[in-house]
């Protein structure tokens, strides 16, 4: 492997139509539903949606699995801010030839109706009908589970904006597909997406139930494109020590962090019109050679993370938290390499930008080869897509680490601000 390859200059600065007839019946339908009174109309229910009686709870527990994240009423969505809850899964769809805006519209107030119920731990609607031949609305998994902190993130892909949906004028500002990174190794089947949806919870079972059910509503609306069921969570919220990823370093250390920070490289302010208070998600499938990585000697893993393996500590300080110091050099050259992953990434050494982390570990058992089918489930938001594209840029020429890695999906999606009760997200897209 070579040693010390030096990197670029830093960066310079029923039908749903019989639903809601017209977008103005869609607004009222949405404030309705909004507010969880009519669940009926929303998921075909004959008998309001329930809440459960009982919490799943342990004493051994870390969280509280009672806690809810509120829906509505925040000016961000909640998911990304939220501290990273211990498991995640992230669905696409991709929407259907022959669906028109109205059809989209409905999907947005139905989804966002669900969600609001589901982050209070209710169901969307009967799990055990009355009629021993009717289908239940809710698939009852997470029936009598509590909350777990469930939060389900929704995106829009590039693809809501072309010229199928009469959109085109509000497409957000800096949304498009994002362009080849080097290295890049992508799958069709995990790449791209018209929305997405991001749900995390700290009961597994809660977070898959929330995507499987909102899935079961798109009916002829959209289909599923790709799924990645996350644990471990790979990045630090407020209070939360640093996790690790599969090859067993701490992940995120140098995180977005602060209202200062959030306010400069996460959220979008009011210039961004319909889009302000929202941001932009990007997310990458990131497969590991686990088991070549497992072989490397400790001396280069932590040559190739620039950090040693058990405190997280840059390899020119003591302490997780001590700021490296990329000129120092030792009797072999610098003593954090120059083309480590914490060097490439660092926002010294790209004009200062930083990008929220908030990444998950994820298997999927062994590949074709026998091999363990493993990795980091990457996502981040930022109010600028250029940030990641150039950051990743840097790490695909010049990443040491690029000798076990392969990204093999990837995708785009604007983050709505999240909306005020009674109304839906992405209402504002069909004003």
Not at 25 to 36: D, E, I, K, L, P
Request: glycine letters at 12%.
């Amino acid at each position: 492997m070579t040693q010390n390859r030096t990197p670029p200059p830093a960066a310079s600065g029923p039908s749903r139509r019989r639903l809601l007839a017209g977008g103005a019946a869609a607004a009222a339908a949405g404030a309705t539903v909004g507010a969880g009174v009519t669940a009926g109309l929303l998921t075909g229910a004959t008998q309001p949606a329930t809440t459960p009686t009982s919490a799943s709870t342990s004493a051994t527990d870390e969280v509280d699995l009672t806690r809810i994240v509120p829906f509505y009423d925040q000016t961000h969505q909640a998911g990304i801010r939220t501290p990273p809850q211990r498991h995640s899964v992230f669905m696409t769809f991709n929407l259907n030839a022959g669906t028109d805006a109205q059809d989209l519209q409905v999907l947005l107030a139905r989804w966002s109706a669900a969600i609001a119920q589901l982050t209070q731990g209710k169901t969307i609607g009967t799990v055990e009908p009355s009629r021993p031949d009717a289908v239940g609305t809710d698939t009852g998994e997470a029936y009598g589970l509590a909350p777990a902190s469930l939060t389900v993130t929704v995106g829009l892909g590039p693809g809501v904006f072309d010229d199928r949906y009469g959109l085109a004028a509000k497409r957000p500002a800096l949304l498009a597909d994002l362009p080849r990174i080097p290295g890049d190794v992508l799958q069709a089947g995990l790449t791209g997406g018209d929305l997405s949806l991001q749900a995390c919870a700290d009961d597994p079972q809660v977070a898959y139930h929330a995507v499987r059910n909102l899935a079961r509503m798109v009916t002829t609306t959209a289909h599923t494109h790709w799924v990645v069921l996350g644990f471990g969570r790979a990045s630090a919220g407020p209070g939360q020590e640093t996790p690790r990823n599969l090859m067993g370093f701490k992940d995120g250390t140098r995180n977005v962090a602060g209202d200062d920070d959030y306010d400069r490289f996460v959220w979008l302010g009011e210039d961004a019109g319909w889009m302000a208070g929202g941001t932009y998600q990007v997310v990458r499938k990131i497969t590991m050679t686990i088991e070549t990585w497992d072989f490397d000697r400790i001396s280069d893993q932590q040559r190739i993370f620039g950090r040693t393996k058990d405190e997280g500590a840059p390899l020119t300080g003591t302490a997780e938290f001590d700021t490296p110091d990329f000129a120092a050099r030792g009797d072999g050259g610098y003593v954090i390499d120059q083309a480590s992953h914490i060097a490439l990434a660092a926002p010294e050494n790209n004009a200062g930008v930083k990008i929220l982390r908030r990444g998950y570990n994820f298997t999927d058992g062994l590949n074709d080869q026998g091999l363990l089918d493993a990795g980091l489930l990457f996502i981040s938001y930022q109010n600028d897509p250029q940030h990641f594209i150039d950051l990743q840029n840097r790490l695909g020429r010049f990443d040491l680490l690029n000798e076990y890695i392969r990204h093999v999906g990837s995708g785009i999606f604007a983050i709505p601000p999240g909306p005020p009760t009674g109304s839906y997200i992405g209402q504002a897209l069909f004003a």
